[in-house]
C-alpha cells in the first residue's frame, strides 16, 4: 500500500506520544516505589475502644458474674449515629 507523503509524519507523533506515556507511567511508578512516609496514623481514629483486662473463670459464679456484666452494657447508649446521620443526608 502506497502512502501519501502527508500520512508519514504521523510514525512520528504516535512514537512520540508513546514515549511520553512510558514516562509518565515509569514516574508515578517510581513515586509510588520511592514513597517513605513516616507518619503514623494509627493515633488519628475517631474510634473510640474500650480495653477491659480479661479475667480468668474458675467457677460457675465467675460466669454468671460475666453474664451480668455482658447484659449491663447498653449499645445503643454508647452508639452515637448522628454524624453518619448526617453523611448520608448530606448524600
Do not use: H
Not at 16 to 25: D, H, N, R, S, T
Request: without cysteine; negative net charge.
Amino acid at each position: 500500500m502506497r502512502t501519501n507523503k502527508d500520512q508519514r509524519g504521523i510514525i512520528g507523533f504516535t512514537a512520540i506520544l508513546v514515549i511520553l506515556l512510558v514516562a509518565a507511567v515509569g514516574y508515578a511508578a517510581y513515586t509510588v516505589v520511592t514513597f517513605d512516609d513516616e507518619t503514623d496514623y494509627s493515633d488519628q481514629s475517631k474510634v473510640k475502644t474500650k480495653t477491659v483486662q480479661q479475667q480468668s473463670i474458675t467457677d460457675s459464679d465467675d460466669i454468671t458474674d460475666q453474664l451480668n456484666e455482658i447484659e449491663d452494657i447498653d449499645l445503643e447508649a454508647e452508639l452515637d449515629t448522628s454524624e453518619l446521620d448526617a453523611a448520608l443526608k448530606a448524600f
